[in-house]
């Protein structure tokens, strides 16, 4: 198991009980207890569990809660600006698209707006429609519902039920969590109910994550990685686990080097 995977499975663990002994993870991980310390340690340093002398604590954390959308602009930008040019790149003149309220796809959205290609955009993000909008070569949809303050996406009944009436040729999402496991995983329920809607409305479904987001896991699923087509991360990614994904799912991946 992967160090980044066992981490995980501590922190699943410890979503059902509550609380966990040092002995009991390394029964269960089959790993040393000298390993078991140095993953509670490094899990306790980012906030994600409380340490005990003998083991963890469950904690309130960024399992349950996300960065607000002006904070998560700023973090790993180059890496989105490079993600979102290869995006770019598998867009075709009149494509249909859907594009969700992550950062990396409000990158792409900013080329599309600066572009002159024809598409058809649909969204739940207040700020990529912003980035779209003034673009004459766009036909553009914005989903009515309920506003995240958080990401500024539309949520919700009203928003599921209209995204429902379309089929698209490629949609284009953002996740806070990714692992082999786990799959698509985000903070909120009904901003991962929306992104399955997403994705079941698209004939192609391109996943747009930098390396921040491998190897975390959220309260709230989106969906299982065989639903994914595309992957497009950065170099920082670790080879190691973008193999895992490939060798369990049949996952077109296109890691990006600097540009």
């Not at 995240?148 to 949609?171: C, I, P, Q, Y």
Request: proline share 0%.
């Amino acid at each position: 198991m992967l160090a980044g995977e066992r981490r995980n499975k501590i922190l699943e663990l410890l979503k059902t009980s509550q609380a966990i002994s040092v002995s009991e993870l390394c029964t269960i991980l089959e790993a040393s207890e000298a390993t078991i310390r140095r993953d509670l340690t490094l899990l306790g340093n980012e906030g994600k569990l409380e340490r005990t002398h003998g083991g963890a604590l469950f904690s309130e954390n960024k399992l349950n809660t996300e960065d607000k959308v002006n904070t998560r602009e700023s973090m790993a930008i180059r890496e989105k600006v490079w993600i979102a040019q290869q995006a770019f790149e598998l867009l075709e003149d009149h494509d249909s698209i859907i594009l969700d309220a992550g950062t990396t796809t409000l990158e792409l959205a900013k080329l599309i707006g600066q572009s002159k290609i024809h598409l058809s955009v649909i969204t739940n993000s207040t700020i990529v429609f912003g980035a779209l909008a003034e673009n004459p070569n766009l036909e553009l949809i914005m989903l009515g519902g309920k506003v995240r303050s958080n990401t500024l996406a539309v949520v919700g009944t009203v928003a599921d039920e209209m995204l429902k009436r379309f089929h698209v040729d490629k949609v284009f999402l953002g996740t806070n969590g990714i692992t082999v496991d786990a799959g698509l995983t985000t903070s909120d329920m009904d901003e991962a109910q929306i992104k399955t809607t997403m994705l079941k409305s698209a004939r192609q479904r391109i996943v747009l994550a930098d390396n921040t987001k491998f190897n975390k896991v959220y309260m709230n699923l989106i969906a299982s990685l065989s639903m994914v087509d595309v992957l497009i991360t950065d170099d920082e990614t670790e080879d190691e686990t973008l193999k895992n994904i490939v060798d369990a799912y049949d996952i077109r991946v296109l890691k990006v080097e600097k540009r």
